[in-house]
T-cell receptor, first 113, second 113 residues
Framework: DVKVTQSSRYLVKRTGEKVFLECVQDMDHENMFWYRQDPGLGLRLIYF???????EKGDIPEGYSVSREKKERFSLILESASTNQTSMYLCASIVGQGISGYTFGSGTRLTVV | KQEVTQIPAALSVPEGENLVLNCSFTDSAIYNLQWFRQDPGKGLTSLLL?????REQTSGRLNASLDKSSGRSTLYIAASQPGDSATYLC????????????FGTGTQLKVEL
């Protein structure tokens, strides 16, 4: 089975810190995604990447950046963390064009204080 | 813009009952539809993926149907168990195809002893 691993389950960071959320998949998937999930708002797409060094903004990219230097790793960066970025962050990957479904990581619960 | 609605938002049933969760979407030109399960504080687990050419998919006690023309999908759970308690989300590709998904806000299911 495809495995998507998020490096941290829980993180607590201070306002203004630079925060890195890491995601690694082990099945050579081209496409990787970062979502955030908030009560009442559901899942919202932050950024996605369809190849190494390629990225595209999702619905809510403000305050975030991403990095994909290797195919298996997709990093989400909060340049200067703010309290409104407290959320559950979910990474996912998929291969092909609608051929198979998404595989999600177990999520990172980020709290910014 | 694709919009996905799930009804009901919450459901509580006694153990052993058969139940149906509903998902509707506004743009019927979709490649596929995916159902996920999410346990509290965890990531999403893929349950079933239905391709646009299929009418239904089955996995154990779960059966998902897809009616593209009416913009609807149902997830049928037979003989529900307390372990089925979770939030169930459906998702379709944004704009019909491609790999970006639009998610419903989910149905929170509680199966009571």
């Amino acid at each position: 089975d495809v495995k998507v691993t998020q490096s941290s389950r829980y993180l607590v960071k201070r306002t203004g810190e630079k925060v890195f959320l890491e995601c690694v998949q082990d099945m050579d998937h081209e496409n990787m995604f970062w979502y955030r999930q908030d009560p009442g708002l559901g899942l919202r797409l932050i950024y996605f990447s369809y190849d190494v060094k390629m990225k595209e903004k999702g619905d809510i990219p403000e305050g975030y950046s991403v990095s994909r230097e290797k195919k298996e790793r997709f990093s989400l960066i909060l340049e200067s963390a703010s309290t409104n970025q407290t959320s559950m962050y979910l990474c996912a990957s998929i291969v092909g064009q609608g051929i198979s479904g998404y595989t999600f990581g177990s999520g990172t619960r980020l709290t910014v204080v | 813009k694709q919009e996905v609605t799930q009804i009901p938002a919450a459901l509580s049933v006694p153990e052993g009952e058969n139940l149906v969760l509903n998902c509707s979407f506004t743009d019927s030109a979709i490649y596929n539809l995916q159902w996920f399960r999410q346990d509290p504080g965890k990531g999403l687990t893929s349950l079933l993926l239905i391709q646009s050419s299929q009418r239904e998919q089955t996995s154990g006690r779960l059966n998902a149907s897809l009616d593209k023309s009416s913009g609807r999908s149902t997830l049928y759970i037979a003989a529900s168990q307390p372990g089925d308690s979770a939030t169930y989300l459906c998702a379709v590709p944004l704009g019909g195809g491609g790999n970006k998904l639009t998610f419903g806000t989910g149905t929170q299911l509680k199966v009571e002893l």
